[in-house]
């Protein structure tokens, strides 16, 4: 995707940076000391991250860096080996059982791969329909949830019964954003969820996405190596190398002051680096 140019702004940002900096709200996501290992991988380590209600707040970092693994582990897919979630204060890693269940309400996930993601054997309707199934949510209120999810998402009444397999890439992925939103969750982790589209599909999903923020105000934690996609969408950047966190803090000061030589060698590496622009 191509970059606007950048305007006059660089040095506003500080000051706000360190009031934003130094004293922050209680945050909707709280992730304390995180380690996880695959035998000698060490996928994650010692990451500690926080996520503001109400932000869109980027992961980024290069392939292998332990950004899904770090999304698994919040959405409880992955326990940690070390270190503490906290989700509303609540220590998310502890919970077991129905009270698990019950929490899973509020964070949901859109995956990189819509095809994968979405189970063959069932319907729109099914997939749409899971998630509140499992929350116990009785069948007449299920469908209309569906519906209005639906709607919102501008997914054709149509597809109701249509299958994965005969809908587009750009659909598929609606759907994946309709099911992870039907619950009208708290927390929002989307990893990578454009990587597997087109070029043109991803600027709708994109929009889309941007668009179900506003309207349903969920928090959003956007995993992506697209640098100009998350300069675009959000307003937090945390990055990551090697399973560590190497930087975490407002878009305009991570794209215009980076601190790490990481950060700034992501930044140079990425499409069109000098021309980060102040609004989307
Ligand atoms: N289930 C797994 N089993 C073994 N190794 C894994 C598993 N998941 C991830 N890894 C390894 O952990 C590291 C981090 O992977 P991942 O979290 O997928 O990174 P990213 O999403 O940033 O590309 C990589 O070295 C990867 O090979
Ligand atoms: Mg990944």
Known sequence: MSIPNRNET??????????????????????ESVSKSYGA??????????????????LVGESGSGKS????????????????IYFQDRDFTALTG??????????????????????????VKAILEEPLKAQGVPRAERMQQVRRIMERTRIP????????????????????????LVLE??????????????????????????EMQEALDFTLLFI??????????????????KGRLVEQGARDRIFHQPREAYTRELIRAAEN????????
Request: with cysteine; glycine share 4%.
């Open 98 to 123: 129905s009270e698990l269940r019950k929490a899973r309400r509020h964070v949901q996930m859109i995956f990189q791969d819509p095809h994968a993601s979405l189970n063959p054997r069932m319907n």
């Open 224 to 241: 992506s190596h697209d640098l100009a996609v998350v300069y675009t969408l959000c307003d937090r950047v945390a990055v990551m190398q």
């Open 273 to 280: 680096p000098a021309d980060w622009a102040d609004e989307p």
């Open 69 to 84: 693994t770090l999304a698994r582990m919040v959405l409880r897919l992955e326990n940690p080996d070390r270190g503490r």
């Open 157 to 180: 009444a149509e597809f109701l019964n249509r299958y994965a397999h005969e809908l587009s890439g750009g659909q598929r992925q609606r759907i994946g954003v309709a099911r992870a």
């Open 185 to 210: 969750p708290e927390l929002v982790v989307a990893d990578e969820p454009t990587a597997a589209l087109d070029v043109s599909i991803q600027a709708q999903i994109l929009d889309l996405l941007r």
């Open 41 to 58: 991988v060490r996928a994650v380590e010692d990451v500690s991250l926080t996520v503001e209600r109400g932000s869109m707040t980027a």
């Open 10 to 31: 660089a040095k506003k940002e500080t000051a706000e940076e360190t009031v934003e900096e130094t004293a922050p709200a209680v945050p909707l996501l709280r992730i």
